[in-house]
């Protein structure tokens, strides 16, 4: 940014299920990074975020054509600010695959300058290749997300988690229960994770417990992710893939 200029910063994400609780909206993976990225920008750029709008949904929307979208482009015009986007790829992965280009073919429309907080440049300075290339990336995205759901999480033999010993079945019930709903709800953050690694590399009980700490989110007892918990969480959200009818 040349000079500094007021911001409206506009996030958006894809969940299960909606929130309930303030709590829960503040839990969530998504928000929450591209929240802190528009903040490291407001901070690099000199700017300052005049209003923060969160937004969600439980299918994959178009977010240029949502409520709260329109709204933050409304506020923008009318106090002279930019739109600010933590990262336009990730939402526009976020989109339906057959409407990803219109998603962009709407933000070529705009008659306010949309930042990209993970580029810091504008969506109207980048050249016609390099919008072009953010649209095949994101769909690149869609396509292995929607893999790692069709699939599953897969584990090594090595990565397994170890069979149930007979006082184990008979645990219990409430607590195993509790367990299931937490990696239901931890799902989306999970496939997340692992549509960011490297195509073939799997997510490793470590590597998903510094991404759930780094989110801010809590094990079951209120503390930090271990490399076990982790462990525990990927084997049953594989197993909750590999059985979507199960309660």
């Known amino acids: 940014m040349n000079e500094a200029r007021p911001l409206v910063a506009y996030s958006f994400a894809y969940v299960r ?12 993976g998504a928000l929450r990074r591209q929240r802190a990225a528009q903040l490291v920008f407001e901070k690099v750029s000199g700017g300052w975020i005049l209003q923060t709008i969160a937004d969600w949904s439980t299918y994959r929307a178009l977010f240029t ?18 739109l600010l986007l ?7 992965a976020c989109t339906k695959r057959d409407r990803i280009s219109e998603c962009a073919s709407a933000l070529d429309a705009l008659d306010v300058e949309v930042w990209d907080a993970s580029l810091r440049r504008t ?17 690149q995205t869609n396509n292995s997300r929607s ?23 008979h645990g219990n019930s409430a607590n195993r229960l509790a367990a ?33 700490n780094a989110a801010g ?31």
């Open 86 to 92: 933590a990262d336009i790829r990730e939402l526009l």
């Open 17 to 28: 299920r909606q929130f309930h609780s303030l709590d829960e909206l503040n839990a969530n």
């Open 65 to 82: 054509s949502r409520e709260k979208f329109r709204h933050a482009l409304e506020v923008a015009r009318s106090s002279g600010a930019g």
């Open 123 to 139: 969506w109207q300075s980048m050249t016609e290749g390099e919008r072009r290339s953010l649209v095949i990336n994101a769909t």
């Open 217 to 247: 989110i809590r094990s079951a007892r209120g503390g930090h992710w271990s490399h076990n918990t982790a462990k525990d969480l990927i084997a049953r959200i594989g197993t909750l893939l590999a059985n979507p009818m199960s309660p």
């Open 180 to 212: 299931d709903q937490r990696a239901r709800r931890l799902r989306d953050f999970v496939v997340e994770e692992m549509a960011r690694l490297p195509t073939g590399e799997k997510l490793s009980p470590s590597v998903l417990a510094a991404a759930l």
């Open 147 to 169: 893999e790692a759901v069709k699939v599953g999480i897969r584990l090594s033999p090595t990565e397994k988690a170890p069979l149930p010993t007979g006082n184990y079945k």
